[in-house]
């Protein structure tokens, strides 16, 4: 999942790039990124997923770490419940998210040169 | 993100109410337990007490345990001069635990932490429901 998205996530930051002028190019602004197509890492939407799927696997670490314990008969049921809620809704936002940046980037394949 | 806010809220109501079940259960199990000395203080009702906390990293405004207290009400006196724990008149304090009042107290313990739980399922659905605007 994390290769394509990311590059899909990067080719469209390229492209909100050159449009700079449009909304996407507001988006990548917001990062400081919109303007330069040089840098593999500098694609606005590329560095927004990047932190997305960070955050998602550390959360996703945090409720393995809660349920190993539950299991080993050390820890809380509500804090592996909490914990696990939280990584399940960010796994579900970066999934979501993902989705839609690989749509937009298939719209773009797609396109009428 | 607020939601995320109201499940750890609700979260610490789970925790105050499942250690007032453990107070409840405490106060039920030791309910004849007497003085281990003649003429000595039996076994005394704990209340758990809380108090409103604002959780530092999440700013959500969560319940702790205040303190688990004891019960001051006085002990019941009864005449059984066979006891172990009978002073010289051969009366026996017992603990003041009433199975009545632990029973409407387990009963609210249980309403309350209903109520969180329904409070969690509703803020999860509602974040659900937000990620599938994306859909």
Redesign the interface.
Known sequence: MSIGALDAALSYGRAAGIGKSGGLGDLGSKTGIGGSTGAAASGGFGNLVEQMVTDTASSLRTAEAASAKQVAGKG?L?DV??AI??AE?AL??VV??R??VVGAYSDIMRMQI | MDLKTAVQVSASGLRAQSLRMRVIAENLANADSVAQTAGGNPYRRRVATFKAEVDRTTGGMGVKVKDVEGDASAFQRVYQPGSPAADGKGYVLMPNVNGLVEAADMKAAQRSYEANLNAIEAAKSLTMRTIDLLK
């Open positions: 809380d509500i419940v909490t809620g939280a809704t579900d936002t979501a998210v989705d839609r």
